[in-house]
């Protein structure tokens, strides 16, 4: 595994007076419910999770559950009631005020919901404002920021004002200010979640080209289930503050940790998420078949094909090396089975 | 017993009212007492009573408590202005270096402040008046009186109107467009030919160094406001009762502290100008979404990049309808500001008003309106204003405006220069037209007042006698009628009904605090003139409003007529009111109504407008007709809204009530206008102010109540 990037360990964040004192009697029991009685309401309960380099960590879960609390602690937008927040092995909360300004303009960005870009800024200004805000001088800043609006896609419009852009040209200039300074950790908080269903997987896609390409270490947050299918390589369930599951997006559609994931899942075209080597059985060298399909294939790419083999079929790694097999029925099992009103 | 489960509410009010009518007939109103009792303090009667605080005596005239409270807080006035004096006169005396004797002087550090504060704001003044006017104190501040009679050229000649009417002109086509320019054109012409351009001047000196220190002020205490808690809760009591103190008494204290002048003015302007500048700011920083601040703190932005880069500029608009109240406010400052001896418009008002030449008075009032409107009219379409991008313009097009004031100004001064040749041996029209030696209408109106005296004196009397002998004597004698002890019952019930407990405690401190002051009756006397205009303001603004909303043409119309008439400042509005019905009571009270009609019209309008789409639609398809609608859906959801208007106009008919003291009531004002002539004024005009305000915060704080409460219960909040 590569080397871990944010690291959190048993972070609370509880709003209210007294918070700090009811945690530290609380001995790490945290009831959101006797919380609430003393006024306190309780976001972020006992999270600990770390993040790798170049890892994408998608964090889900419904309004209120505590998801974009959980970011806003790691980037210090406010700050955690307990527990221990490390970015690159730094610990984030004993950071006095310069050293954060410091993190902030040099390893993060942050992408908003409501794309939170200044109003009285043309496309270009407000793409190298953070730039500014360091000291770069203008024709630098300016001439970076350039890059980044063709990088998004927008050049032709680096003069307009945010209120003649559509939502979604509105977020690509979030998106490319979040990346302006070249930013090692990037935060979204549900950067997709105001736009229109078609721009919101145009986006989608758009946004899977850019981490191909920029490989950061990001967390982001959505409510979206499909969405943390689609973009995530490890999806974290959040509810009440509580992480319910934290997991690639192939294990918690398999295996479910709780009952609140499970409803998740149940709805989840399965052969779209899951490769053949999240199915396949034990690898058989009698009753081979001649086809033989790769691990990594989605399943939804090759079902057809399996499913009019009569005989086992072999999986290959990269290497052509049989590492299993699968029977044609088991993908039948896969999409139809597990289901509320399956066998 | 059915209807009483079904509206409780109305029964307790009804018990109130039981109570309070009860009191009122139990109480008997003491033999020995009149109402014409002077300021008692003041008076030596043997019939009085005497009593000392802090060393202070009080005298009053004794009654039965339930009728009248004693005035236990009558130290309070004297008290404030001993500390004043002693503040001024004695505390910390300090040596100061003086320049003109060149020697150190001991005095009171209060004293030396002031006086460098006057002398700085005398300036300021100045520099910008002869800018505009010309004239050679600015240069003498720097050198000396010698040194100006050895250059003599020295002495600023002044900006030709010509420069300046095509200034204003160009600034005004660059924030808003052709309409507003031709206007500003039109008005800068018609103030110059009308022989009114140096008292406009002045006055427009005195808003220029006015307006922008209160937005500064403003601003900075806006900033501490939002970014501290304390701050804001140490500011909030202050900004409330500057809200409804009337602009008089605050002239008394300054006259005490400054002196008399313009510089005074200015400062006084400030105090009364900073509030609404102070709230719109905190609003405007609040209503920033919070993301833009996160993305800003994302950025990496220290507090102070934050402010100034992201916070600021974000809440732009906020900020800049607040330059729009700090101009509006200044400028009914600088006319009411007049009485301690600031020059300009406001003061020939005042003077013409006090000889009742009433077309005078009238060009003056015309002059101070207009400018008023161009005023409103530019800082609000600055404030609407969006950026734009210029990175591609040519510099031409970037600079044109500067551009043509450039030449306007080269033109300008080529043709005051060619008027010396034209004008030889008279004035020079196309530098400066002289106060009096434009074109004068005063006659032509004065002519028109006398003609609408001579023909209608009959009717206009008959109704004077009969509004006063049969409706207002009657009402006032009933407001003095009302033992002390049952309107308190009445207003703290009211309290405890509206609010609970929390409300009844405000409204019981606020109503004895007045009644604990000398001046009860004089409240009394207040509260029904404004009672009185606040009834008529409303019946006439409700229907009014009603009435335009059925038709969207008419109710913008109506909301633009009212933006007008708000831009006036208040003093404008005795005018036409004094030509009519000359020095009486009925002038006051048709001044009061006039002005407090307008936020009784905008808020009904607004409040029936605010009502959503959807209702209507579905109120349609039930089939509802027009008059249904109004009633059943339209009033019912619109009525918060329209009780905000009633509060608004409450504070507007006070506040003309205590203006209205120019012509001769006998209320509060009254007393705070006599203030201003008495060298003990200071004290009394501030606790005076505080009452009014505290009338006003009495209503506001039930008012509010309510409609916080209903627009929970509507779901609207």
Known sequence: MSETVIKCESVYKIFGENAKKMLEESNGHVDAKTFQEKGCIVGVNNASFEVAKGEMLVVMGLSGSGKSTLLRCISRLTDATGGKIFIEGQDLLELNNKELIELRRNKMGMVFQSFALLPHKTVVENIAFPLQIKGTNTEESISRAMEMVKLVGLDGRENYFPRELSGGQQQRVGIARSLAVEPDIWFLDEPFSALDPLIRKEMQDEFLRLQEKLQKTIMFITHDFDEALKLADRIAIMKDGIIEQLDTPANIVLNPATEYVRKFTEEVPREKVLIIEDVMDAPSKDNLGDLKVSKDEIIENVAEKILTQEKLVGVVDSNNNIVGSIKPSKIIDTVFGGRKNGS | ?717
């Open chain 2, 1 to 717: 017993m059915e209807y009483l489960k079904k509206y409780p509410k109305l029964f307790q009010w009804l018990f109130l009212l039981i109570v309070f009518f009860a009191l009122c007939f139990a109480i008997d109103v003491p033999e020995t007492y009149k109402f014409i009792r002077g300021q008692a303090e003041f008076v030596k009667d043997p019939n009085q009573s005497v009593y000392f605080f802090l060393g202070k005596e009080v005298r009053y005239y004794a009654f039965d408590v339930f009728w009248r409270l004693p005035p236990l807080l009558g130290w309070l006035p004297i008290w404030i202005n001993d500390s004043l004096f002693f503040l001024m006169n004695e505390w910390m005396p300090m040596e100061f270096w003086n320049e003109d004797t060149q020697e150190f002087k001991t005095r009171p550090l209060l004293l030396e402040i002031s006086r460098n504060l006057t002398s700085f704001m005398t300036f300021l003044i100045e520099l910008i008046r002869e800018i505009l006017l010309g004239g050679l104190e600015t240069i003498v501040a720097f050198t000396s009186w010698d040194f100006i009679d050895a250059y003599p050229w020295l002495e600023l000649p002044g900006l030709p109107w010509t420069i300046v009417a095509a200034g204003a002109a160009i600034l005004s086509y660059k924030l808003s467009g052709k309409g507003l320019a031709l206007f500003a054109g039109l008005t800068m012409i018609y103030i110059s030919i009308f022989g009114q351009w140096k008292p406009s001047m002045q006055t427009l000196s005195f808003i220029l160094v006015a307006a922008p220190l209160s937005f500064i002020f403003g601003l900075g205490l806006g900033i501490a406001a939002y970014k501290s808690k304390r701050v804001e809760k140490a500011l909030y009591p202050i900004l409330l009762v500057m809200q409804t103190m009337p602009q008089y008494a605050v002239l008394v204290p300054a006259l005490v502290l400054f002196g008399v002048g313009d510089h005074a003015a200015v400062i006084i302007t400030m105090v009364v100008a900073v509030p609404p500048m102070i709230l719109l700011t905190i609003l405007g920083l609040r209503a920033i979404p919070p993301e833009v601040i996160e993305a800003g703190r994302m950025s990496g932005c220290t507090n102070w990049q934050l402010m100034f880069k992201v916070l600021i500029p974000t809440a732009r608009r906020d900020i800049l309808i607040g330059v729009n109240q700090v101009i509006m406010v200044c400028f009914s400052m600088a006319v009411i500001s007049a009485f301690i001896g600031a020059k300009g418009l406001g003061f020939n008002l005042l003077l013409a008003l006090n000889q009742l030449n009433i077309g005078l008075a009238l060009e003056a009032g015309l002059c101070i309106s207009l400018i008023a409107i161009l005023l409103d009219k530019m800082s609000l379409a600055w404030a609407n204003k969006q950026t734009d991008y210029f990175g591609n313009l040519t510099f031409f097009q970037r600079n044109k405006n500067v551009i043509f004031f450039a030449a306007s100004f080269v033109i300008g001064i080529i043709l005051a220069y060619v008027g010396t040749f034209i004008f030889k041996g008279s004035f020079n029209y196309l530098f400066e037209i002289p106060h009096n030696k434009g074109i004068s209408t005063a006659d032509f109106w004065n002519k028109g007042v006398d003609w609408i005296f001579d023909t209608f004196f009959v009717y206009i009397k008959a109704f004077n006698t009969w509004l006063i002998q049969d409706v207002l004597q009657p009402m006032r004698a009933l407001y003095l009628r009302m033992p002390a002890v049952a309107t308190l019952v009445l207003a703290v019930g009211a309290g405890y009904l509206i609010g609970g407990v929390r409300s009844a405690l405000v409204v019981a401190a606020l109503t004895l605090f007045i009644a604990l002051s000398p001046w009860w009756d004089r409240a009394l006397v207040t509260l029904y003139m404004a009672t009185f205009g606040v009834v008529i303001s409303c019946l006439i603004g409700f229907t009014v409003g009603t009435l335009c909303f059925q038709n969207k043409k008419s109710a913008a119309f109506m909301l633009g007529v009212c933006d007008i008439f708000q831009t006036f400042p208040s003093f404008v509005y005795l005018i036409p009111v004094m030509m009519l019905f000359g020095i009486t009571d009925t002038s006051v009270l048709i001044a009061v109504i006039v002005y407090a009609t307008i936020p009784a019209t905008r808020y009904t309008i607004e409040g029936l407008r605010s009502v959503p789409v959807g209702l209507h639609e579905a109120a349609t398809m039930s089939g509802v007709n027009k008059f249904q609608r109004l009633t059943k859906i339209e009033f019912p959801l619109a009525f918060p809204h329209m009780m905000l208007g009633l509060n608004q106009t409450i504070v507007f008919a006070l506040f003309m009530v205590i203006i209205g003291a120019f012509i001769g009531t006998e209320d509060l004002g009254q007393y705070i206008l006599k203030a201003l002539s008495d060298k003990n004024g200071a004290g009394i005009g501030l606790t005076l102010g505080i009452c009014v305000a505290f009338i006003g915060l009495i209503f506001d704080n039930l008012i509010r109540t309510w409609v916080g409460k209903r627009k929970k219960h509507l779901g609207i909040a």
